[in-house]
């Protein structure tokens, strides 16, 4: 399973995912689509200038590529990347994309404060990573992808539940990607961990004329949660 989101080096990225299920999961797939794009219509049309103001320029394109469903589950071990890792994230972003990132694209994403990587790490091999941005109240996935060799195996989710751990009521509240309007495979992905279409970016992409979603996740605190105080040594950053 893959997933990934950024831009390209002055191109805005979106979301690509091979489609390999048979007929009659696509035919569930359009319908399940047709129903997002009336939602994104219909509760986030409104807020797209908002939203627009609220994303900063980027020297990356965004893009997020996400293989549906799994097989046998692969665990890993999720940590912060680190400089020896590059020769093994540059071989999975290579494999991943038309247009990947270049070292220095990483490197200078990640020299910004703001800005973490990490790295699924399975018997010491790198098999995936993510570069997410920390805002104020939410966190904000740029990059995201897995080795071709072990996607399906719930990988990225893994990934993603790394992140949604990061939430809390009292800080960041919410996840935000960006996905391209015909990338349908991720859209539904992202769905399954309960990211919803909030907005839709019109003509969003540098390389197309195509629109993109605005998905988010929103942190939903329990009762229990709610009576603890806060601990800000266990929500360090990153």
């Known amino acids: 399973m893959q997933q990934e989101v950024r831009k390209k080096r002055g191109k805005k ?22 129903k997002m794009l009336l939602t994104a219509v219909s509760e986030g049309a409104a807020a797209n200038d908002d939203c627009k103001s ?19 589950q692969l665990r890993v071990h999720i940590r912060w990347m680190i400089r020896r890792d590059m020769s093994e994230v540059l071989d999975v972003e290579r494999n991943s994309f038309e247009f990947p990132w270049f070292e220095e694209d990483f490197i200078r994403c990640l020299r910004q404060r703001n800005c973490i990587g990490m790295v699924a790490e399975h018997g010491e091999r790198v098999v995936g990573f993510m570069i997410y941005e920390l805002h104020k109240t939410r966190l904000h996935i740029l990059n ?11 990988i990225g989710k893994q990934m993603a539940n790394k992140l949604i751990s990061k939430l809390s009521s009292q800080r960041r509240t919410q ?45 939903e605190s329990d009762a229990l949660e709610a009576t603890l105080p806060f601990n800000r040594i266990n929500r360090r950053a990153g």
Do not use: C, H
């Open 13 to 34: 990225r979106s979301v690509e995912v091979p489609f390999e299920e048979g007929w009659l999961a696509r035919l569930i797939g359009l319908v399940d689509y047709g």
């Open 54 to 72: 609220t994303i900063p320029s980027r020297p990356t394109r965004k893009e997020a590529k996400v293989s549906v469903g799994s097989t046998n």
């Open 144 to 154: 995201f992808a897995v080795a071709d060799s072990v996607r399906r195996r719930g």
């Open 175 to 219: 996840i935000t990607l960006e996905v391209r309007e015909t990338n349908l495979p991720a859209q539904m992905f992202f769905k399954t961990l309960s990211f919803r279409a909030t907005s839709v970016l019109r003509s969003y992409y540098e390389d197309s004329p195509e629109d993109a979603y605005l998905m988010q996740f929103r942190y």
